[in-house]
Structure formats: structure tokens, C-alpha cells
């Protein structure tokens, strides 16, 4: 489970509140838009793929949702009985590009993992990705500072 930056324990349904609020935010404090919806979801900790979270929003909510705002309690009940992403698989996973074993790994894999990895990300996401993470002067960054921004808090193993 993540943690909070004053330690305190994150659950799925937090991290999804605490995202939503970030991209709520970001749209001048209205409800989530559909492709908001897919990142708070995967943020929070859960992994459906596109078309799963289509089949979804399918069954959930017939197809007149293309166009629709999406507030939290919408999402929160999109989410139940979705399976969760294993900080630790995604961990694992990070930790093969990182070829000192010293914990970083470059912008450059990462763009690369995040791009053939799972349900592809196009080119703008993972730009948009990296604008948020703090790559140093060699083009590398944190294996924590990358789980932080997709699992939405600190990550600890």
C-alpha cells in the first residue's frame, strides 16, 4: 500500500479521491471527462485496459456516456470489483532498467516501458508524464519518483 508523505497509509479509495481532486482541479473544478476517468482509475491503483474500462462503462452505464462528466461517486462505483495493479509487480518491472541497481532509471526506458508495456500510452500521455518528474541533468529519475506519480502518494516497498 502507498503512503502519504506524513506517513500515514494510503487506501485505493483515498488515492482515488486525492486524484480525482488533483484533475477535478485542473478542469476549473468540474466533474472528470471519459479520458480522465481512465487515468484516475489507473492512478488509484487499478489496471483495466481500454477496452475493458469500455466493456465497463458499457455495462454500467449504456453507451450514452461519451459526452458525460463523470463525478467521484460515478467513478468509485465504476471501480468495484476491478482488479488491482501490484505496486510491487510495477516495481519489478522498473527495476530491469535500472542497470546499476542504484535505484534511478533514464527518462528515455521509462518512456520506452511506459509506451510497449500493458495498455500503450500514446506519445503526448507520457510527455505529459515526465513533465511531472524531476529527471536530472543525465536524463535520469527515481524508480520511487516514478511509482509515486502512478500509484498517486509516496510508494514504499
Not at 482541479?25 to 481512465?38: E, I, M, Q, T, Y
Not at 463525478?71 to 465504476?78: A, E
Not at 534511478?104 to 495498455?119: D, H, N, P
Not at 500503450?120 to 527515481?142: A, N, P, T, V
Request: glycine share 6%.
Amino acid at each position: 500500500m502507498s503512503k502519504h508523505i506524513n506517513g500515514t497509509s494510503l487506501s485505493v479509495d483515498d488515492r482515488l479521491k486525492q486524484i480525482y481532486e488533483v484533475l477535478s482541479k485542473r478542469n476549473r473544478n468540474r466533474a472528470l471527462s471519459l479520458k480522465d476517468v481512465g487515468i484516475a482509475v489507473r492512478a488509484a491503483g487499478y489496471s483495466p485496459t481500454n477496452s475493458e474500462l469500455k466493456k465497463l462503462l458499457d455495462t454500467k452505464l449504456g453507451t450514452t456516456y461519451a459526452y458525460q462528466l463523470f463525478d467521484l461517486k460515478t467513478i468509485q462505483d465504476l471501480c468495484v470489483g476491478l482488479k488491482k495493479r501490484s505496486e510491487k509487480d510495477v516495481h519489478q518491472s522498473l527495476r530491469c532498467f535500472d542497470y546499476e541497481r542504484n535505484g534511478f532509471i533514464s527518462a528515455r526506458e521509462l518512456k520506452y516501458f511506459l509506451s510497449t508495456r500493458g495498455e500503450k500510452l500514446s506519445e503526448e500521455e507520457i510527455d505529459e508524464m515526465l513533465r511531472d518528474m524531476d529527471i536530472d541533468e543525465q536524463g535520469m529519475l527515481s524508480i520511487e519518483q516514478a511509482l509515486s506519480v502512478f500509484f498517486v502518494g509516496d510508494f514504499i516497498q
